[in-house]
């Protein structure tokens, strides 16, 4: 069975430090990596894409893929409380056929 | 403008009933999803409606069935509702179903079904 995971927390950091959440994926067909913030109560919205193997930076966010190692992570530098979510990563196979959520990561960031 | 929305936002019925949701986006996109996120805030993947080619998650009671009017609409009708049908469900949308930044999701406000 295809698996997305990821440490459910909550990972708690201080503000202004760096946030790392990381996912692992099992089927190394994946071809697409996303990461979505939810807040309580709210609709997931996306932060990143990435599909190549490497860093690729937004702003505040780096997502970092590696396909060999089935691993997909997301920084969040200068964190602020605003930050404080359920980070989801999200894998899409097989031309949209398996799109999996994992479980999601609850980050708290404190002031 | 609200790119995907979703009616009813809260529904409270009761078990054995039938109720719909209702899903559109206005963004011209040509895939639609419909997910469950339940108690424990896993979400999950119950359709992809692309070009008229219906994706079901195998998992998926036939309970459930979606029916798009036209490419904007994607609802979801509930049959025999029963109490694990409780959850919050999620229609999205994106471009493509595979296409690099084409795949991107947009999610709708969500749906809070209680079945009492």
């Known amino acids: 069975q295809k698996e997305v995971e990821q440490n459910s927390g909550p990972l708690s950091v201080p503000e202004g430090a760096i946030a790392s959440l990381n996912c692992t994926y099992s089927?190394?067909?994946?071809?697409?990596f996303f990461w979505y913030r939810q807040y309580s109560g709210k609709s997931p919205e996306l932060i990143m894409s990435?599909?190549?193997?490497g860093d690729k930076e937004d702003g505040r966010f780096t997502a970092q893929l590696n396909k060999a190692s089935q691993y997909v992570s997301l920084l969040i530098r200068d964190s602020q409380p605003s930050d404080s979510a359920t980070y989801l990563c999200?894998?899409?196979?097989?031309?949209?056929?398996?799109?999996?959520f994992g479980p999601g990561t609850r980050l708290s960031v404190l002031p | 403008d609200t790119a995907v929305s979703q009616t009813p936002k809260y529904l409270v019925t009761q078990m054995g009933n039938d109720k719909s949701i209702k899903c559109e986006q206005n963004?011209?996109?040509?895939?639609m999803y419909w997910y469950k996120q339940d108690s424990k805030k896993f979400l999950k993947i119950m359709f992809s409606?692309?070009?008229?080619?219906?994706?079901i998650n195998e998992t998926v009671p036939n309970r459930f069935s979606p029916k798009s009017p036209d490419k904007a609409h994607l609802n979801l009708h509930i049959n025999s509702l029963e109490l694990g049908d409780s959850a919050v469900y999620f229609c999205?949308?994106?471009?493509?179903?595979?296409?690099?930044?084409?795949?991107?999701?947009?999610f709708g406000p969500g749906t809070r079904l209680l079945v009492l």
């Open positions: 990435i599909y190549s193997n």
């Open positions: 999205a949308s994106s471009a493509e179903i595979a296409g690099g930044d084409l795949e991107t999701q947009y």
């Open positions: 963004l011209g996109h040509d895939t």
């Open positions: 999200a894998v899409n196979e097989n031309y949209g056929q398996n799109f999996v």
């Open positions: 089927d190394r067909g994946s071809q697409s």
């Open positions: 409606y692309n070009n008229k080619e219906l994706i």
